[in-house]
């Protein structure tokens, strides 16, 4: 029997043993995975590219300019030229700043067009005005006038009306003043004096006369018809016809624009565009609420940036330094000034990257450092767990050898009984 234990004990012992020497395996493999997680780790940091601060001499250039007359010319490119006939020596690209009287185009919302019926001023061709003398009786159109009659409530009326509008209109002696329907059978009232001058083809005849859905104010500013006999209003006008060549207002009569002014400016719009808007409220009950926007024009001067590209002879100094220039169309020499311009809002947007790059560079070093810990702590744990079984298999093996001793010397009394 006590043979059969030891050898029990000692397959129990190789068996434990065994399995220490195939853990131990397992660790060594589990650290080699370990290590090779931890070299690409180092190849990350290694390839990570540290950020690098801006400079500010990277955003600073030096800028040429020159004084012609009280503009300020500034230098923004100067190309060299090779073998120009005229003898010049660069090209050079420029620009200054200069008030341009420009048309401006915008859509005013909310513009609370009112339409009501009102007093107009307009012009028949003279063409159309006839006088005979026979008779002593004008036309316009085939239609006969007759003398105002203050008398009759009606025209008396429409006549104050235009008298308040037009005051030129009112020191005329009512019986001087003529009227007639015309074709769309409104009263117009006119003057002698206007009568004889398109009798006489001197001017077109002047009419006034009583409007339905007129354009009355814009908001609160009052409308006006154009006046091109206004050196203001004319400039302007003209100048948005030039910048918009192409737009209704361009083409639109003169006797159909109208302006108002607002806070210090005049603006122009068409009749049909105001009478559009002004109809264009959802609520009839609510004509100025929720119109559609007004498209209108004004004309200002605006500080524009001018750029030209010319021929020039460029001289300069002993250190190579631009020191006067002198363009091709004239013979105006100019000394050129000198001043180190910074860009600081690019320098600013180059820091704000530099700042955000450096918080992506920290991450990624911390998350690499963390993740090289990790690895770290898992390889202390592997290789104390290693020792632990080195040990236990120093003390298996010791045990091992003991129990081997004790099978032989059962083995040598066994057979030592049988000689």
Same mark, same amino acid.
């Given at each position: 029997?006590? +043979?059969?234990?030891?050898?029990?004990?000692?397959?129990?012992?190789?068996?434990?043993?065994? &399995?220490?020497?195939?853990?131990?395996?397992?660790?060594?493999?589990?650290?080699?995975?370990?290590? &090779?997680?931890?070299?690409?780790?180092?190849?990350?940091?290694?390839?990570?590219?540290?950020?690098?601060?801006?400079?500010? #001499?990277?955003?600073?250039?030096? *800028?040429?300019?020159?004084?012609?007359?009280? +503009?300020?010319?500034?230098?923004?490119?100067?190309?060299?030229?090779?073998?120009? @006939?005229?003898?010049?020596?660069?090209?050079?690209?420029?620009?200054?700043?200069?008030?341009?009287? !420009?048309?401006?185009?915008?859509?005013?919302?909310?513009? #609370?067009?009112?339409?009501?019926?009102? /007093?107009?001023?307009?012009?028949?061709? %003279?063409?159309?005005?006839?006088?005979?003398?026979?008779?002593?009786?004008?036309?316009? %159109?085939?239609?006969?006038?007759?003398?105002?009659?203050p008398n009759v409530e009606q025209d008396r009326i429409q006549y104050n009306k235009i008298c308040e509008k037009f005051p030129e209109f009112a020191k005329t002696k009512p019986d001087e003043i003529y009227i007639y329907n015309d074709d769309k059978g409104q009263t117009c009232f006119t003057t002698k004096t206007d009568l004889?001058?398109?009798? /006489?083809?001197?001017?077109?005849?002047?009419?006034?006369?009583?409007?339905?859905?007129?354009? !009355?104010?814009?908001?609160?500013?009052?409308? &006006?018809?154009?006046?091109?006999?206004?050196?203001?209003?004319?400039? /302007?006008?003209?100048?948005?016809?030039?910048?918009?060549?192409?737009?209704?207002?361009?083409?639109?009569?003169?006797?159909?624009?109208?302006?108002?002014?607002? =806070?210090?400016?005049?603006?122009?719009?068409?009749?049909?565009?105001?009478?559009?808007?002004?109809?264009?409220? @959802?609520?009839?009950?609510? @004509?100025?609420?929720?119109?559609?926007?007004?498209?209108?024009?004004? /004309?200002?001067?605006?500080?524009?940036?001018?750029?030209?590209?010319?021929?020039?002879?460029?001289?300069?100094?002993?250190?190579?330094?631009?020191?006067?220039?002198?363009?091709?169309?004239?013979?105006?020499?100019?000394?050129?000034?000198?001043?180190?311009?910074?860009?600081?809002?690019?320098?600013?947007?180059?820091?704000? $990257?530099? &700042?955000?790059?450096?918080?992506?560079?920290?991450? %990624?070093?911390?998350?690499?450092?963390?993740?090289?810990? %990790?690895? =770290?702590?898992?390889?202390?744990?592997?290789?104390?767990?290693?020792?632990?079984?080195?040990?236990? $298999?120093?003390?298996?093996?010791?045990?091992?050898?003991?129990?081997?001793?004790?099978?032989?010397?059962?083995?040598?009394?066994?057979?030592?009984?049988? *000689?």
């Amino acid at each position: 029997m006590g +043979m059969a234990a030891s050898q029990a004990r000692y397959l129990g012992l190789t068996a434990r043993k065994t &399995n220490v020497e195939y853990e131990g395996q397992q660790i060594n493999q589990a650290r080699t995975a370990l290590a &090779n997680q931890s070299a690409n780790t180092f190849n990350d940091l290694l390839a990570i590219e540290v950020p690098t601060a801006p400079s500010t #001499q990277d955003f600073t250039t030096l *800028e040429y300019s020159y004084q012609d007359g009280t +503009m300020t010319e500034t230098i923004t490119e100067m190309s060299p030229l090779e073998g120009d @006939p005229d003898g010049y020596n660069y090209t050079i690209s420029s620009y200054h700043f200069s008030d341009v009287f !420009t048309g401006i185009m915008s859509n005013k919302s909310n513009p #609370q067009v009112v339409l009501a019926s009102a /007093a107009v001023k307009d012009i028949a061709s %003279k063409d159309d005005v006839t006088y005979d003398a026979v008779s002593n009786t004008y036309t316009v %159109k085939g239609q006969t006038l007759n003398n105002f009659d203050p008398n009759v409530e009606q025209d008396r009326i429409q006549y104050n009306k235009i008298c308040e509008k037009f005051p030129e209109f009112a020191k005329t002696k009512p019986d001087e003043i003529y009227i007639y329907n015309d074709d769309k059978g409104q009263t117009c009232f006119t003057t002698k004096t206007d009568l004889d001058n398109a009798v /006489a083809g001197t001017s077109d005849l002047n009419y006034y006369t009583i409007d339905t859905d007129v354009p !009355t104010y814009v908001g609160n500013c009052e409308l &006006n018809k154009y006046d091109s006999t206004d050196t203001e209003q004319k400039a /302007a006008y003209e100048q948005i016809c030039r910048d918009f060549p192409n737009e209704k207002i361009a083409s639109t009569d003169i006797e159909k624009l109208y302006i108002w002014e607002s =806070q210090g400016k005049t603006y122009f719009a068409t009749l049909d565009d105001l009478r559009t808007t002004a109809l264009s409220a @959802p609520d009839s009950s609510k @004509p100025t609420e929720n119109q559609n926007k007004l498209k209108m024009f004004d /004309a200002e001067y605006i500080k524009t940036k001018i750029e030209r590209q010319r021929r020039a002879f460029v001289d300069m100094d002993g250190s190579g330094r631009p020191q006067t220039i002198r363009y091709e169309d004239s013979t105006a020499t100019y000394a050129l000034s000198t001043k180190t311009i910074t860009d600081e809002n690019a320098y600013e947007d180059a820091m704000n $990257q530099y &700042n955000y790059d450096m918080q992506v560079y920290e991450k %990624k070093i911390a998350d690499i450092n963390a993740k090289t810990e %990790k690895i =770290q702590q898992q390889d202390r744990t592997l290789e104390l767990r290693l020792r632990q079984l080195d040990t236990e $298999q120093d003390a298996l093996q010791t045990e091992m050898e003991a129990v081997k001793k004790v099978i032989e010397k059962n083995i040598e009394s066994t057979f030592k009984t049988f *000689e």
